[in-house]
């Protein structure tokens, strides 16, 4: 009889390697809170004017739930299939098949796109602070190599790298928070207006 390799059985998830915090840490950084107060805030100030705090609060509860269901679900089946895993137990394995490629068809678009709009910004930015001009795709390709060697490394030591530039990223968010408030208190346009729906009409108003 042949011996049986112990190499031949399937890989498991290590236990124990990530913690609370790097899972904080991971869907903080997922976030981009830098990048959506950068991309996000201009059209929808368009739509919904000074009432976007609103908006930000009820967003911020159906993500609540969602996120218990996710939670949830994780407890209950361990695995690292994510949705996949998720919508199988409940739907079955064609809506599982689906829902699996459906989310790697998302990261598959969003993480160029990330690059893309990262590196298109930093040629701007070379090119009007110190009026070097380099093509976006050599940033593109530098950007895609470093995030890879990162990667390379390992999970802690890129959660690690993610924490503490969520740390900066996180620190410049406050910091201009801070001004816009002291700023806002002084010339007394400090309201409660932004969390009503009469923000939302009173920009309507405005826009017509």
């Known amino acids: 009889m042949l011996a049986t390799n112990s190499s031949s059985k399937p890989p498991k998830l290590q236990r124990n390697t990530l913690q609370l915090r790097h899972a904080v840490v991971m869907a903080v950084a997922a976030m981009s809170p830098v990048g959506a107060i950068f ?12 009432a976007m705090p609103l908006c930000y609060i009820i967003g911020f509860g159906m993500a609540l739930l969602v996120a218990d269901q996710i939670s949830i679900l994780a407890a209950e089946f361990p695995a690292s299939g994510s949705l996949y895993t998720f919508v199988t137990q409940g739907l079955g394995v064609r809506w599982g098949f689906l829902a699996g490629w459906l989310s790697l068809i998302s990261f598959g678009a969003a993480i160029p796109f990330v690059f893309l709009v990262m590196s298109a910004n930093f040629q701007e930015l070379l ?82």
């Open 39 to 50: 991309f996000n805030t201009i059209p929808q100030a368009g739509l919904v004017g000074a």
């Open 127 to 208: 090119l009007h602070w110190f009026g070097v001009h380099l093509n976006w795709t050599l940033w593109y390709c530098l950007f895609a190599l470093i995030v890879g060697a990162v990667c390379y490394r390992g999970i802690r030591f890129s959660l690690q790298l993610d924490l503490t530039l969520l740390m900066f990223e996180l620190a410049i968010c406050l910091l201009l928070a801070l001004i816009i408030f002291i700023q806002a208190s002084k010339t007394g346009q400090l309201t409660l207006l932004p969390f009503t729906l009469t923000g939302h009409s009173t920009a309507t108003y405005l826009s017509v």
